[in-house]
């Protein structure tokens, strides 16, 4: 995707979360690009890594706590400091031929920026506008904007497209641009992993995500607790004012009685390795996703797959056939998925390999930065005409 279109990034926050590892492999072969942050963090390390010029907001430092379902009234006393941040973005604008904003929070301002400075604006849009997720207000506030100012939406799932025409989008604004992935695997013995990571070696599930509500690692832990012999690895951290949440699920695994079989690992930085040192990767959300980068890797690295029947779960695992769907919230029926996979290891072995076929297929990081670059240029093409 080389370019030499002067592209601005708009993100919202200086961590890395999902959406954030996407922008990460967006922005590498941009040419003449620039990143504008509300924040520092390790984001703004990893773009200016990658040799974007960075442009850290001076009024947006704690915003990223502002939760994406609060009420539109709430960020009133803030509206100064959202003022300022859009006359920061309309300046960062002027000086480029494109605004590509990564962030729902980044989105709003960067199209109030768009009044004040025409500049061609792309949403990449990495949530489903969903009252599970947005306040209706600012599901109205999202649509009416990127109707007027948006020339392009992109999501990464038919489910996430969905949902944006439901709440009123313009179909025509969407272009759907699965997420990839980098498809370079080794493969290592489990045993290996579970000696180099201090693992227990009897039989091991693992979910990798942030800690939040909706993402659902309590209803694994609900699982585990009908699940006696079954240890956990539990990979990630809270990112936006989810702490309570965090604190939460380290006290229900001491009520349950798994102290000794659930492991918090944190944020790391190896996750395709722990991956493939667990036995059954589990995608447990409540709410559907828009997206799953972990099932892809989990179907890259060659491990079995037990994700949430909602969202893009059944399209990135067939319905079924790359990998184990169950009802959303149901501990019983996880747990019965999960001794399922764990005793039957010959059907799995089947499910495993066409996984993986699959995600070389459908989720290539070359097939989505391609796909991206083609959606710039139709922007840039249009914004000529």
């Not at 849009?125 to 904007?145: K, N, Y």
């Not at 539990?234 to 001491?254: H, K, N, P, S, W």
């Not at 079924?320 to 996880?334: K, Q």
Request: with cysteine; proline share 5%; charged share 20%.
């Amino acid at each position: 995707m080389m370019s030499n279109e002067r592209v601005l990034f708009v993100d919202h926050t200086g961590q890395i979360g999902g959406a954030e590892l996407i922008l990460l492999d967006v922005v590498t072969s941009r040419q003449n690009a620039s990143a504008f942050l509300f924040e520092t963090g390790p984001l703004s390390a990893a773009l200016a890594a990658r040799g974007l010029k960075l442009i850290i907001s001076q009024h947006g430092s704690g915003l990223s706590r502002f939760r994406r379902d609060s009420s539109v009234l709430s960020a009133l006393p803030l509206a100064g400091r959202l003022a300022a941040i859009v006359v920061e973005i309309a300046r960062a604008a002027w000086e480029h031929d494109f605004v590509y904003a990564n962030s729902q929070k980044a989105f709003v301002l960067a199209a109030l920026a768009n009044v004040l400075v025409r500049r061609p604006l792309i949403w990449h849009l990495h949530d489903i506008i969903s009252s599970a997720h947005f306040g209706a207000a600012q599901r109205r506030m999202q649509v009416l904007l990127a109707n007027m100012c948006a020339m392009r939406v992109i999501v990464p799932s038919e489910a996430a497209a969905a949902a944006f025409v439901d709440a009123g989008g313009r179909r025509g604004l969407v272009e759907v641009v699965p997420n990839g992935i980098d498809l370079k695997s080794e493969r290592t013995l489990r045993s290996e992993l579970r000696q180099r990571f201090g693992l227990p070696a009897g039989p091991l599930v693992g979910v990798f995500s942030r800690l939040a509500p909706w993402k659902g690692q309590h209803v694994l832990l609900e699982a585990l607790a009908r699940l006696p012999d079954v240890g956990c690895i539990i990979v990630g951290d809270a990112l936006f004012g989810e702490q309570d949440y965090a604190a939460r699920l380290r006290t229900m695994t001491a009520e349950l009685g798994l102290v000794d079989r659930v492991h918090f690992l944190g944020h790391r930085n190896d996750v395709p390795s722990l991956m493939q040192a667990v036995d059954v990767m589990v995608h447990p959300s409540i709410d559907p996703e828009p997206f799953g980068r972990t099932l892809v890797e989990a179907m890259l690295s060659g491990v079995p797959v037990i994700a949430t029947d909602a969202g893009a779960a059944p399209d990135i695992l067939e319905r079924g056939r790359a990998g184990t769907l169950i009802p959303s919230g149901d501990p019983r029926a996880l747990a019965a998925a999960i001794a399922s996979v764990l005793t039957t290891p010959e059907q799995v072995a089947t499910q495993i390999d066409y996984a993986a076929q699959r995600a070389r297929a459908e989720y290539s990081l070359g097939r989505m930065l391609d796909t991206i670059g083609a959606v710039i240029t139709k922007v840039r093409l249009g914004a000529v005409a």
